[in-house]
C-alpha cells in the first residue's frame, strides 16, 4: 500500500519566483486536502478537493495561491510571487469519503523563500 | 470557531514513566477525535481516532485515548513511555472535511 506522496520534499526560491508542488494521493482516495504547517503549530486547512472538484478554500489562501487536480488523481499547488511569509511546510492529505473518514498525510514539501 | 487546545507544549520524561497529554476541543456537536504523532523526520502518522462509540479508544504502539464529552477532551495516555516514543504528538478534531489541530505537543522521553 503506497502512501501519500509529496514532491519535491524541499524547495529553496528567491521572493517574487513562482514554485508548484505535486501531491499524489492513496491511489483509491477520492478526497485530497492541503495544508500548510508553519514552526510550531499544527497544520492549518487550506484548500480541500472531492474528485476533480475544489470544494472549499481557506481565507488563508490568497489570490497568489492556486490548487488543481484536473483528472481526481495527483493535485498541484502553486505560488505565485512568493513571499518571505510564504516559507513554510506544505503538507497534503487524502481519505475516502465515508462515515468514519480519516485522512493520512504526505511527507510535506517544505519551502524556504529567500 | 472551531478550535483545539493542547496545553502542555514540551514535555520531558524518563522511561517507563507514563505519559498523559491533554486536548480540549471547542465544538459541541458531533465530533471526530484524532491523534497524529509526527517522529523526527517523519510524516505525521495516524496514532488513533475517535467516532463514537467506547470513549476509551486503543491505538497503535500502546497508545490511548479517552473522550470525555463533559469535558470536551480528548486525552491522550501511555502507561509506560519508552525513548522511541520521543516525537512531537498532535490532537485534531475533524469536521465536514477540514482537520482542525492543534498546536501540538513536543514529546522527549530520557533513556
Given at each position: ?114 | ?49 475517535y467516532?463514537?462509540?467506547?470513549p ?10 479517552e473522550f ?6 480528548f ?37
Amino acid at each position: 500500500d503506497t502512501g501519500v506522496s509529496q514532491n519535491p520534499r524541499h524547495k529553496i526560491t528567491k521572493r517574487g519566483q513562482n514554485v508548484t508542488f505535486r501531491c499524489d494521493p492513496i491511489s483509491e482516495h477520492n478526497r485530497l486536502y492541503w495544508y500548510r504547517q508553519t514552526l510550531g503549530q499544527g497544520p492549518e486547512f487550506l484548500t480541500y478537493f472531492q474528485n476533480e472538484a475544489q470544494l472549499e478554500k481557506s481565507r488563508l489562501l490568497s489570490d497568489r495561491f492556486s490548487a488543481e487536480r484536473p483528472k481526481g488523481s495527483f493535485s498541484t499547488l502553486e505560488i505565485q510571487r512568493t513571499e518571505q511569509g510564504d516559507s513554510a511546510m506544505y503538507l497534503c492529505a487524502s481519505s475516502l469519503a465515508s462515515g468514519e473518514e480519516t485522512q493520512y498525510f504526505g511527507p510535506g514539501t517544505r519551502l524556504l523563500v529567500l | 470557531a472551531q478550535s483545539v487546545s493542547q496545553h502542555n507544549h514540551h514535555v520531558i520524561l524518563s522511561e517507563a514513566a507514563s505519559l498523559e497529554l491533554g486536548c480540549n476541543y471547542s465544538y459541541g456537536g458531533t465530533v471526530n477525535l484524532f491523534w497524529y504523532v509526527q517522529y523526527p523526520g517523519q510524516h505525521l502518522q495516524l496514532l488513533l481516532k475517535y467516532f463514537s462509540g467506547d470513549p476509551l479508544v486503543k491505538g497503535i504502539k500502546g497508545f490511548e485515548a479517552e473522550f470525555i464529552k463533559s469535558k470536551f477532551s480528548f486525552n491522550l495516555r501511555k502507561p509506560s513511555v519508552q525513548w522511541s516514543d520521543t516525537a512531537e504528538y498532535f490532537c485534531a478534531y475533524g469536521g465536514t472535511y477540514k482537520y482542525i489541530f492543534g498546536t501540538g505537543t513536543r514529546l522527549k522521553v530520557l533513556a
